[in-house]
T-cell receptor
């Protein structure tokens, strides 16, 4: 049973515009949520996280929003840059284990 | 400081063969993990370890075994490889309790014919 779902497999956005990636979860025991970025033939790298007791966390061009009542979080990238083209994974943390979504492939068009 | 390294990077096996994947980390992290990534399914946890000498099953442990004899190393074994184990395998480590970020290795692409 998939506890974290990313329902959009892909997203195409123009350079300079906002990218919005969505993630839904079912496990109420998640205490942290993390976003990872992955380039082809590389391992995932950590991007940003948010505690379950917060509703927003910002780091430069990246902002994550958490709506706990809706069990929904989103990642905003503003402005989008060509180097942002990658696969983005949403993950929920429970104890010391992460549960990952299937990922969203972002393509930034020039 | 190499972070998390994985050996080998690529491997092709025949059905029924065995092999061991090696993960090493030089960050003195307590926790280590093995994941597999398949198209459309994200990363799924195979086994994990919360300290030297300990291991536990994850979401998809069948067909795999692990060992953590030294804190810096986490080995993943396939005793009798099957085509369903064709995947990309990632190792990760985490500092310990109170730290949520996992650091990933570059991956091992395994094909079982």
């Amino acid at each position: 049973d998939q506890q974290v779902k990313q329902n959009s497999p892909s997203l195409s956005v123009q350079e300079g515009r906002i990218s919005i990636l969505n993630c839904d979860y079912t496990n109420s025991m998640f205490d942290y949520f993390l976003w990872y970025k992955k380039y082809p033939a590389e391992g995932p790298t950590f991007l940003i996280s948010i505690s379950s007791i917060k509703d927003k966390n910002e780091d430069g061009r990246f902002t994550v929003f958490l709506n706990k009542s809706a069990k929904h979080l989103s990642l905003h990238i503003v402005p989008s840059q060509p180097g942002d083209s990658a696969v983005y994974f949403c993950a929920g943390n429970n104890d010391y284990k992460l549960s990952f979504g299937a990922g969203t492939t972002v393509t930034v068009r020039a | 400081n190499a972070g998390v390294t994985q050996t080998p990077k690529f491997r092709v096996l025949k059905t029924g063969q065995s092999m061991t994947l090696l993960c090493a980390q030089d960050m003195n992290h307590e926790y280590m993990y093995w994941y597999r990534q398949d198209p459309g399914m994200g990363l799924r946890l195979i086994h994990y370890s919360v300290g030297e000498g300990t291991t536990a099953k994850g979401e998809v442990p069948d067909g795999y075994n692990v060992s953590r004899l030294k804190k810096q190393n986490f080995l993943l074994g396939l005793e009798s490889a099957a085509p369903s184990q064709t995947s990309v395998y990632f190792c990760a480590s985490r500092r310990g309790t109170g730290y949520n970020e996992q650091f990933f290795g570059p991956g091992t692409r395994l094909t079982v014919l």
